[in-house]
């Protein structure tokens, strides 16, 4: 005999509210780098998001007009005795981004500094080379 249960999701949240703290879904999105690019006449200027991450830990690569960016950001165990942790949503791991730009980019002329979580970038545009000279017959 089958039986029939009716779904309430008022019953879930009860249950979860004065058992356990709340729980959320487990399929949490995974973390990417939130960044701003504004164009200037001569170079790209990046702010990209890394909350956590510290300096030694950034890597920016630049090849042709893609720019990669990666970082990993660790956990600090500073759980004191006697307290017990219930929940922590904070990310820890390794986070990338890679995207194009329209213009090549001149990785010598560039530069980066990361400053409370934001790392600011300032990327060169590469100076167009003619393709050849047209010579003059006299």
């Known amino acids: 005999m089958n039986q029939v249960t009716r779904y309430s999701p008022l019953d879930d949240l009860f249950r979860g509210f004065f058992v356990k703290p709340m729980d959320f879904p487990s399929g949490m999105p995974t973390q990417q780098i ?9 170079a790209y200027l990046v702010h990209a998001e890394l909350p956590g991450a510290k300096k030694e830990d950034i890597h920016v690569e630049i090849e042709g007009n893609q720019v990669s960016i990666r970082s990993e ?35 010598g002329q560039s530069t980066a500094s990361f400053k409370d979580g934001v ?19 006299e």
């Open 73 to 107: 950001v660790k956990q600090e165990k500073d759980v004191k005795d006697g307290e017990r942790v219930l929940r922590s949503e904070r990310y820890f791991g390794q986070v990338s981004r890679a995207f194009q730009l329209p213009y090549e980019l001149d990785e």
């Open 34 to 42: 939130k960044v701003d690019v504004k164009e200037q006449p001569d």
């Open 119 to 137: 790392l600011e970038l300032k990327l060169a545009k590469k100076v167009a080379q003619p393709a050849s000279k047209r010579l003059n017959i």
